[in-house]
């Protein structure tokens, strides 16, 4: 089970396992929830992903507390959420049996190329996939199994191991940036809930306008030099690579909603000041002529 709202990834890795994904609703902070999962459970769920979508932590606790009560897997999709943490210190990726972190270009913490970390607290997942990312040899001529190549290439490596010493301190600026964002953007915009305790690393900020002026919105936007996205624009259910799961449209309701009405303005740590605060006077400028 993962959510519909997420990119593509998280769905074709587990059709690459040979699992059949089942897509499950998100709730109003765009997260997966116990609620959404357990609507879609049957038995042969074999196990539950999270994505920390925007780089917001889903409630892994609960999460993973049901997961073991139902002899699921729980595995962290946390590709957007390098250095977010609960209330209790404890990091997107500690919870799952296995996480995913990517460190593609437009990540936090983006490489030059592609890149990615997988952690886990199972050794013996661990020396599985040390095997598998490197063709499955165990030694230079040796095969045990079959596997593939998804080696991090060296010049990639060197530069994640500098970029990670900043990752804390660039996380402290989307935050920020997301702070200012939520301070004073227009009240009639439905804006992301910044939480006291934990630490949320806003790889995205993501807000929500009404269906019928989204998209004219986003257009005004470009015309005063604001680029803006959408994540995602379509729901993964509803995706062409889906249509032999069987869904249709209306089927998860929040997702495709959200796909509608969500807008995601810019964010990066290098974003100036004199910058947020021109985003800010067009979006709530554009938001009162439209809305
Ligand atoms: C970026 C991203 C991925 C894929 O990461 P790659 O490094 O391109 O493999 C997967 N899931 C989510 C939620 C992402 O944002």
Excluded at 85 to 104: E, I, L
Excluded at 143 to 163: M, P, V
Aim: hydrophobic share 40%; glycine share 6%; proline share 3%.
């Amino acid at each position: 089970i993962c959510p519909a709202n997420s990119f593509i990834a998280s769905a074709w890795s587990i059709i690459d396992t040979g699992a059949k994904p089942v897509f499950c609703d998100v709730e109003n902070d765009l997260l997966l929830s116990v609620e959404t999962v357990d609507k879609c459970k049957n038995k042969r769920t074999k196990a539950v992903m999270a994505v920390h979508l925007t780089g917001k932590l889903c409630d892994n606790e609960r999460l993973r507390d049901y997961c073991n009560e139902h002899d699921l897997l729980f595995i962290e999709d946390a590709s957007q959420a390098i250095g977010a943490k609960n209330s209790m210190g404890q990091s997107a990726g500690s919870f799952g049996v296995a996480s995913s972190f990517s460190m593609h270009p437009i990540k936090n913490l983006g490489l030059y190329g592609d890149g990615g970390v997988i952690t886990t607290n199972s050794q013996e997942l661990a020396i599985q996939m040390k095997i598998l990312r490197n063709h499955g040899l165990i030694n230079r001529d040796e095969c045990i199994t079959w596997g593939f190549n998804s080696r991090l290439d060296e010049l990639q490596a060197a530069y994640a191991l500098i970029k990670l010493k900043y990752i804390d301190e660039w996380n402290k600026k989307y935050i920020a940036i997301a702070t200012k964002y939520n301070e004073n953007l227009s009240n009639k915009i439905i804006k992301p809930e910044i939480k006291k305790n934990s630490i949320d690393v806003f790889h995205n900020y993501i807000v929500r306008v009404p269906i019928d002026i989204r998209d004219k919105m986003i257009s005004l936007l470009l015309s005063k030099g604001i680029e803006t996205k959408i994540h995602y624009p379509i729901p993964l259910h509803l995706q062409k690579c889906s249509s032999n799961l069987g869904y249709k449209i209306g089927d998860l309701r929040n997702a495709e909603n959200f796909a509608k009405s969500m807008i995601s303005i810019p964010i990066y740590h290098t974003l100036r000041s004199s910058e947020i605060d021109y985003i800010i006077a067009s979006v709530n400028e554009i938001s009162n002529l439209l809305f």
